[in-house]
């Protein structure tokens, strides 16, 4: 069954902690996303892993870092979390980068509040 | 670089009548396009794919034209009933590798 597994799906921390988000897919796609959701504007995309180690910058990475060492596996860091960063985060993989394989496949999700 | 905007943001319809949804894109390359479905609380569905090549592809009880002159990508859903409600949101394929850019999204309401 291909899925992608986000954890946690519910998220509460305080300003100026550290937050992990997980995803994992099972479907050994090569690509991975983060974006996160906000009303009226869609989904902004923060990074991009193109492989392992292969991390590049999506339209909004500051205050982001990510990490990926295996290629199951894409965790997103928010060092010193910021009230601003409250969101909706998804994670999304796919098969590779470019053309007709660009289907994204995603997570459920995880509702981050930063208070 | 690759512009996408979505309308309308809300959109209400009574059960039965059809709902259109549009997306205009800027760059004349683009060539993938792309309809997710996101129900309330839950992630976003695959709804279909599309070629530029093709100008009318039909779903299940929906309809995506794509206008290449006028950079139009529409979803039309023909005969919506309240299993439709939900967000939806459009993405293109710029010439560019990789990035997909999305639609601000339209929340759709179908009322019995």
């Known amino acids: 069954d291909m899925k992608v597994t986000q954890m946690p799906r519910y998220l509460i921390k305080r300003m100026g902690e550290n937050v992990l988000l997980e995803c994992g897919q099972d479907m050994s796609h090569e690509t991975m996303y983060w974006y996160r959701q906000d009303p009226g504007l869609g989904l902004q995309l923060i990074y991009i892993s193109y492989d392992v180690d292969s991390n590049s910058e999506g339209d909004i990475p500051k205050g982001y870092r990510v990490s990926r060492k295996k290629r199951e596996h894409f965790s997103l860091i928010l060092d010193s979390a910021k009230t601003n960063q409250t969101s909706v985060y998804f994670c999304?993989?796919?098969?590779?980068?470019?053309?007709?394989?660009?289907?994204?496949?995603f997570g459920a999700g995880t509702r981050l509040s930063v208070l | 670089g690759e512009q996408v905007e979505q309308r309308p943001p809300h959109l209400s319809v009574r059960e039965g009548d059809s709902a259109v949804i549009t997306c205009t894109y800027t760059?004349?390359?683009?060539?993938?396009f792309f309809w997710y479905k996101q129900e309330p609380g839950a992630s976003l569905q695959l709804l279909m794919k599309v070629f530029s090549s093709t100008e009318i592809n039909e779903g299940q009880g929906f309809t995506v034209l794509l206008n290449k002159k006028d950079k139009r990508l529409s979803l039309n859903l023909t005969a919506a009933h309240p299993g439709d409600s939900a967000a939806y949101f459009c993405?293109?394929?710029?010439?560019?590798?990789?990035?997909?850019?999305f639609g601000q999204g339209t929340s759709l309401s179908v009322v019995p």
């Open positions: 999304a993989s796919s098969l590779s980068g470019g053309g007709s394989q660009n289907t994204l496949y």
């Open positions: 993405a293109v394929s710029p010439s560019s590798f990789s990035k997909l850019v």
């Open positions: 760059d004349p390359n683009s060539y993938y």
